[in-house]
C-alpha cells in the first residue's frame, strides 16, 4: 500500500479517513508527484532536508503532505533564496521550496496544467509537453528569413512583478478545484528567506524555482500577452518562451508601433518592457545595403546575426542565422574550469570521460544545433584540458606539450568514442 497509515478502503474506493477530509485528492497523484520530483532531483530547501533525507521516512512525509492537502490545513514554508549571478553583472534570484512543497506544488500543477495545456497559444513554447527551446529557435530563425524585421522584447523583472490578483483570476477562471486555488494563492504569497536568514514577505512575483511558477507564468502571459496579440494583431508571428519573445516585423514602422502597444498593453497588466533591452533589429539576410541599426539579438542562448553559410552548390553565401551565444560560449568555458580536470590525477581517462561526457553531451545537443562550428571551436578547448591533466599526473610529459598532444591524439584514433567530443571529430591537434 502506497500510505501505510491511512486505513484501506471501502467497497466504493474510499475508506473513513477521505470521506472526512475537505478535499478529494487522490493519493496516487501524490505519489507520483513524489517520483517527479525524485527525478528532478534539486537542493534542500529551509529545512536543510534533502531527497535522500525525506525518503528516510517516506510514507509517513508523504502521508503528511497528503493529509495537509486534503483538509485545507497545508501552510507552505518560506521559500528559500539564492542568487544566481546574470551575465550583465545583475543577480537572478531563484526560489527553492522544500522537498514536501515541491510534491505539494507537482500535484497541484499537475491538475492545474490538464486545465491550461490545452488553451495554450501554438507559439508559446516553455514548459510543455512536446515544446523545446530549440523546437522556437528553429521557428524563429525560419520566420526571420521570410521577415526583415524584429521586436526583441525583455520583460523587467516578469517572475518578480506578477500581479498576485491578475494571476488569480486567471486561476480561477479556469479550474474549479478550490484546493487548487487555495494553495495557489498561498504559494504566491509565501515568504521567502533571504540568504542573509531574513524572511519576507511577498505581495508580487512568483518565485523562480517554484515547481508550479512555470504554469503560473504562462497563463499569465497568455492572456497578457499571447491572446491579446491574437486579438489585436493576428496576421503578426511571434516565439515565447516563457517572458523570452520575439516578434516578428514587416517593417521597422510597424516594430516601432508594436513596441509602444505591446509597452501599453503590459502596463495595463502590472508589466514593464526593459527600455535598454527591449530593441527592434534588422534581420539582414546578406542585404547590400547597409543599415545603421541594430543587427543581432540574442535568443534562448543563441545570437542571431549576419553569417557566411555554405549553399548546397557549394557556394558561399550570406544569411541571417543563429549560433551559441557569447554568454553561452563564457558559461561552458567557466563550467569546464569549476570542473577542475587537471587537478583530477587521481582518475584515469575513463573516470574522467564518465564524469563530463553527459555535460559535453548536452552542450553538443543543444548548443551544436545550429551553425555548430562555433561551438566546436568551444568544445576543441577541452583538449587542452585533457592535455594539462596529462601533463600534471604523468611525470614524462611535464613541459612537453607537443609529446603530451601526440600521446592523447593515439589514444583518441583508438578510442574514438571515448570522450563525446572527440566523437565529432574533434581530436587532439599537433602543433607545428
Known sequence: MLFSVIQRPTRNGMNRMDKAKSYRIPKQLVWEAYKLVKANKGSAGVDKETIADFELDLKRNLYKVWNRMSSGSYIPPPVRVVEIPKGDGGKRKLGIPTVADRVAQTVCSRVLEKEVEPIFHTDSYAYRLGKTALEAVGKARERCWRQRWVLDLDIKGFFDTIDHELMLKAVRKHTKEKWVILYVERWLKAKAQLPTG???????????????????????????????????YPEVLFERYADDIIVHCSSEQQAEELRSRIAGRLGECKLQLHPDKTKVVYCNNGDRMKMPINGTFDFLGYTFRLRQVRTKQGKMRLGFLPAVSDKATKAIRQQIREGQIPRRIGQTLESLAEYVNPRLRGWANYYGKFYGSELRKTLELFNFVLMRWAMNKFRRFRVKPRKTAWWLKGIAQ?????FYHWQMGLLPAIEQ
Open 198 to 232: 531574513a524572511q519576507t514577505d511577498r505581495d508580487q512575483g512568483t518565485p523562480q524555482g517554484g515547481v508550479v511558477s512555470p504554469i503560473l507564468a504562462n497563463l499569465f502571459l497568455h492572456y497578457a500577452f499571447d491572446k491579446w496579440m491574437q486579438r489585436n
Open 414 to 418: 583508438r578510442q574514438p568514442t571515448l
